[in-house]
């Protein structure tokens, strides 16, 4: 399976290249430590001072750029690593260059979903405005709870089919060779492509988050300590599934027909 291969390839990497793991541990101990001193803004809002939210408000907005960045140049250092010219230094320099593109490709994925999830998010509103009642459609009678469930199961499906089939586009646009336009539009039609072998991988990513994500009731009953060993533990895994879509972009580029790949 083919799934299984590129699992492999990504584990495989990471054993050749353990310093991989180093900036996201490094990344996630920062951030860590800045949570924890802005911990009371969260737990009392209203005696906060204005120092603590304009600090809240900065950290939030520095996360999300360099989330950015850190994606970027993880697909980056495995794109360099199958190149046999691996150098984390220059993944990162590259990172920042590639970063308006990483975040066009997110945006615009962003709003693919929320165009494809708006009718479900209608029928919900549908659903809880009509608050109880019984609606009658077809000669069928339907209470306002079943377009509140419809809503719901619209919106997640649209999410999900959103992402399996943007889920290359990123890694094609961060080392593709063409314009953003072309680089963008092979993501979305390889992803389609591998749609099956996408929905494997996303399944055990979730799994494998999920299981990490358990951890954290445990060790967060040490104290401190045992948070930021959780988020150190966090950060070798979210390093795991992040080198995943690249590895799956290289092994479809390495065979003559993307169609062929199995689950």
């Known amino acids: ?7 492999r ?33 969260l737990v009392n809002p209203l005696e906060a001072t204005l120092l603590e939210v ?32 691996f150098s984390m230094k220059k993944a990162f320099k590259q990172g920042l260059k590639k970063f308006p593109q990483t975040a066009a490709t997110m945006v615009f994925s962003v709003v693919l979903a929320i165009v494809a999830s708006l009718p479900g998010g209608l029928i919900t509103f549908y659903g809880i405005s009509i608050h109880e009642s019984v609606v009658t ?37 961060i080392t593709g060779k063409e314009t953003f336009k072309e680089n963008l539009k092979e993501g979305y ?3 389609n492509k591998l749609r099956r072998i996408i929905s494997v991988l996303t399944i055990f ?8 994500m358990l951890l954290e009731g445990v060790l967060r ?9 959780f988020r150190a533990i966090y950060a070798v895994v979210n390093v795991y599934v992040l080198i995943i879509n690249p590895s799956l972009l290289i092994t479809a580029k390495n065979m003559d027909d993307v169609g062929t790949v199995n689950g």
Do not use: C, Q
């Open 1 to 7: 399976m083919e799934s299984v291969k590129v699992l």
């Open 9 to 41: 390839n990504s584990f495989n990497l990471l054993k050749g290249r353990p310093e991989i793991f180093l900036p996201k541990i490094f990344e996630n101990l920062v951030f860590s430590f800045i949570w924890l001193y802005l911990a009371n803004i």
């Open 54 to 85: 304009v600090s809240l408000a900065g950290v939030m907005l520095l996360m999300a750029p360099i989330h950015i960045w850190f994606f970027t140049s993880y697909i980056l250092m495995v794109d360099l690593f199958d190149k046999d010219d």
């Open 137 to 173: 459609l077809l000669g069928f009678e339907f209470h306002s709870w079943f377009f509140i469930i419809l809503g719901y199961i619209w919106v997640g499906i649209a999410i999900f089919t959103v992402f399996i089939l943007s889920y290359l586009a990123p890694a094609s646009v």
């Open 189 to 191: 039609k390889a992803s």
């Open 205 to 212: 990513t979730f799994g494998l988050l999920g299981l990490t």
């Open 221 to 229: 009953g040490i104290g401190i300590f045992g948070y930021l060993f």
